[in-house]
């Protein structure tokens, strides 16, 4: 996915305002007053009437203001028109997005509104590649931001496409270069992409790119989307608290997912000195990744800076996705919580080399299950890992199921070594080769593992046994096993 080819820079606002009027008679009341949008521009919340024209006085408004503070009454505001160009054309009765740029202070509260996009169109090759739903708020450059209260419903389920056609930019919510933002009691779903972007925007031709900074996000909900829930790819200063990012590449009728089907993925694009800040700071409390394709994807070493944390969250995977969560940034920890790895796998690195040693990667009292594959999986270099007080349970009964529970097998560099304290591992007698005595279940390699207890149902009857590997740079310090005969020195 190229995102930098439709979002290539924000378009301004002349074309909004150029066709945007009040309506007649409409008093809008000081500045800082509500404005119910209803009243002020003609929304109409049934369900079936077109609110193309009223989104469009409503961004015009707000751009001529830098500002506002906006009421959706409940109701069912239903979107007809949907854009059939690139986002950044503007040929004339061409469907533009609902775009506000440089704002300082907007608000957008819709408690009981409900937003429904048009999906009903088809994404091939050719022109049709460009159809994608109308976007209601994208904003760049904006301030102050809060937008609260409202359920979005991409449309997706209406539409169709061929398998090769990527991804639009069609996103229910985009930010670009905006700062303090607060999102709440959100329901964002059924994007044809993703439901909330977070992205950097360029003030001009050659100038450094500004990314998205201090954003707070409480009780939003990012599911069924297209492509994945939530993408942070460029903010700096970011707390989740009970959010939900679940089932996204599922549930989208005839339309086809978009890989890699995630619940959030942090993948920054823009790399310092071409971008303000890095992105950094990212805080999940409390947060669901349940039945993604991808639970949590936070790639592309040396393009972070500051920490990654996920605390008292919860992830499922029994859809037999293969990667559940890929790990590459230096300062990330993960603490409490249950996080069931299913048929897929937590690689705790990804790419990276044994010169990048830059930050560790922590788990701490919390819990992985995982029942096919790997359940912790370190399988690159140039990554510090650290276990302490982790439960690992394997939850597999079929015999024909064989792996790790828990593989290391990538060297930090820099003469650093993974540690795994205090660990409470359960390895299944069922996670057996059909036709083989023994499987491997623990390697081990450039770690030191301490006071850890690995524990198995297995019984040695017939000859059966795991094989425990400290491979190279290893070293094993007060470990138990039970019971002992059932594991034996690789």
């Known amino acids: 996915m190229d995102r930098r080819a439709f979002i290539a820079g924000l378009s301004g606002t002349g074309a909004l305002a150029a066709g945007g009027a009040l309506l007649p008679g409409c008093a809008l009341g000081a500045a800082g007053d509500q404005i119910n949008v209803v009243e002020a521009f003609g929304f109409v919340g049934d369900g079936r009437t077109d609110n193309y024209a009223a989104f469009q006085l409503l961004a015009a408004h707000a751009n001529r203001n830098r500002g506002g503070n906006y009421l959706f009454p409940p109701g069912t505001y239903y979107v007809h028109r949907y854009r059939d160009a690139a986002s950044h054309r503007r040929e004339p009765g061409a469907v533009v997005n609902g775009e506000y740029e440089h704002c300082d202070g907007l608000t957008f509260s819709g408690h009981g509104a409900k937003i429904v996009l048009n999906g009903r169109f088809h994404r091939g090759q050719g022109d049709s590649k460009y159809n994608a739903m109308y976007m209601p708020f994208t904003f760049g450059f904006c301030r102050n931001i809060r937008i609260a209260g409202f359920e979005m419903d991409g449309g997706v389920r209406q539409a169709t496409r061929d398998v090769s056609t990527w991804e639009s930019f069609s996103h229910l919510i985009s930010l670009s270069g905006c700062t303090n933002v607060v999102l709440e009691d959100l329901n964002l779903h059924h994007s044809l992409t993703d439901g909330l972007l977070l992205y950097f925007a360029r003030p001009g031709p050659g100038r450094v790119a500004l990314a998205c900074r201090n954003v707070v996000m409480n009780r939003v909900a990012c599911r069924y989307n297209a492509r994945g829930g939530f993408a942070p790819l460029q903010v700096h200063g970011l707390v989740c608290t009970d959010c939900d990012f679940s089932y996204n590449g599922f549930d989208l009728g005839k339309y086809v997912a978009h890989a890699p089907g995630f619940g959030v993925d942090v993948e920054p694009d823009a790399i310092k000195p071409d971008i303000d800040i890095l992105t950094g700071n990212l805080e999940f409390r409390r947060c669901k990744f349940n039945e993604n394709v991808s639970a949590f994807l936070a790639c592309y070493p040396r393009r972070y800076e500051g920490y990654l944390r996920i ?88 015999a024909a199921e064989a792996g790790w529970v828990l593989a290391f097998h990538g060297d930090p560099g820099g003469g650093r070594k993974n540690r795994i304290t205090g660990c409470d591992v359960f390895i299944p007698a069922a996670r057996k080769f059909g036709t083989a005595p023994y499987d491997f279940e623990v390697t081990l390699r450039h770690t030191i593992s301490q006071n850890n207890h690995f524990r198995t149902n297995l019984r040695t009857g017939g000859g059966a046994y795991f094989v425990t590997e400290y491979g190279p740079g290893a070293v094993s310090r007060g470990d138990r096993f039970s019971p002992a005969d059932s594991f034996r020195p690789g």
């Open 311 to 398: 605390i008292d969250c919860s992830s499922t995977n029994r859809r037999r996705a293969q990667n559940h969560m890929l790990l590459a940034w230096p300062g990330a920890l993960i603490e409490g919580g249950v996080h069931d790895s299913g048929d897929g796998a937590i690689y705790l690195s990804w790419q990276g080399d044994a010169g990048d040693t830059g930050g560790d990667i922590t788990l701490r009292s919390t819990e992985i299950r995982s029942s096919a594959g790997y359940g912790l999986f370190h399988p690159h270099d140039g990554h510090l890992v650290t276990l302490d007080r982790v439960k690992i349970v394997g939850t597999h009964t079929g």
